[in-house]
């Protein structure tokens, strides 16, 4: 039961027993202590676990101790890098319940109008909302100070940059380089992401059904190349069919990557299809050069290793491919992903379309 009591100095102080800790609210009247301890009692009813001592730093050490086995080790990465680079050093020192709406919606406002863009502003949002939604659902807080605010508006999407098929054709031709073309050469002709080609395995590739299996990924976890047992999704582990000339290059480059494993003293065997010098998994930012040094050779400005994969959906809508059957090739977790990202109409699906109306009217 709370006791109210008067300090000798003048000011009032009101007091509460909470989770046998007794609690001091001191203020210049008796109705102001009251009021405050009040609403701590309020929020304690709501929050059975409520500690008004728990810094963001501290919580968020405990939110990456939960969050650690949920994701992939490149995801988790990620989080951490942002959260350590924008949120910590500004805000780490403060206590959980001294945040509130307002602060909070004033610094996303201030990092909005810092020279960052709008992605990198929401992925602070994102996480700064899940740290305290964790202290909610643990009963630390009742309330998430982050619900009721927006994140920034987003920016309009960069134009994807895609290759028409002779482009294909003329970028694989300016690469001198036997492995590199063969993993271009699979990148169109699959729209694999790029982790999920630098982990693909020999045992992944049925050369009998001419299929192959996406079951693991290549990543850079703390700026070194890892093979890592996940996949972005649930969805991404899937098997794709592959026409008869990429499959033939395949077996060609087998025999490639077998004399260069013969060579090499103390081989690492990962059984990748794309290895490193030594059999180690490449880093990924090797291919994202590359895609960008090829791309130039040819003329093609702002194309990106990823923009492989956004080809091989469009030469697929193209064709007339149904986009249930593209979002299984591409792995998207949701039809409506794939209908988002490939709704633009191509020059060629246009004159299509003109040709059936004529026939039709």
Request: net charge positive; hydrophobic share 35%; proline share 3%.
């Amino acid at each position: 039961m709370a006791k109210i009591k008067k300090r000798a100095d003048g000011r009032c102080v009101a007091t509460a027993q909470v989770n046998g800790v007794r609690k001091y609210f001191y203020a210049k009247t008796q109705s102001s202590a009251n009021a405050a301890r009040d609403k701590f009692l309020a929020t304690n009813k709501v929050a059975v676990n409520f500690d008004d001592t728990i810094t963001l730093n501290a919580w968020y050490k405990q939110w990456c101790i939960a969050k650690k086995p949920t994701i992939a080790a490149s995801t988790y990465e990620s989080y951490t890098s942002y959260i350590e680079r924008y949120i910590i050093p500004p805000l780490g020192n403060f206590k959980l319940v001294e945040f509130t709406i307002t602060g909070l919606r004033n610094f996303i406002v201030e990092l909005s109008n810092k020279d960052l863009s709008a992605r990198t502003v929401e992925y602070v949002h994102t996480l700064l909302k899940s740290i305290f939604s964790m202290a909610v659902d643990d009963e630390i807080l009742a309330k998430n100070p982050m619900s009721k605010i927006k994140p920034p508006k987003k920016q309009p999407t960069r134009e994807m940059v895609t290759l028409t098929a002779e482009q294909i054709t003329e970028f694989l031709n300016g690469i001198t380089n036997s492995e590199h073309k063969m993993f271009f050469k699979l990148a169109f002709a699959s729209g694999l992401r790029r982790s999920e080609l630098l982990g693909l395995r020999w045992s992944d590739i049925n050369f009998k059904n001419s299929t192959i299996s996406v079951n693991q990924t290549g990543l850079k976890v703390g700026g070194h190349a890892v093979i890592s047992q996940t996949t972005k999704n649930a969805t991404s582990k899937r098997t794709i069919s592959i026409d008869s000339t990429t499959m033939a290059m395949l077996k060609s480059h087998k025999a490639v990557v077998d004399k260069r494993r013969l060579k090499c003293f103390h081989w690492i065997n990962n059984d990748l299809v794309f290895p490193g010098r030594k059999g180690n998994p490449r880093n990924p930012d090797e291919p994202t050069k590359l895609a960008r040094k090829y791309s130039l050779a040819i003329g093609v400005e702002g194309f990106t290793m990823h923009c492989t994969r956004h080809t091989h959906a469009t030469l697929l809508i193209e064709a007339g491919v149904h986009f249930k059957v593209i979002q299984t090739r591409l792995g998207h977790s949701t039809f409506e992903e794939t209908m988002n990202t490939y709704s633009h109409v191509t020059s060629s699906m246009e004159a299509i379309t003109t040709d059936l109306l004529e026939k039709v009217f």
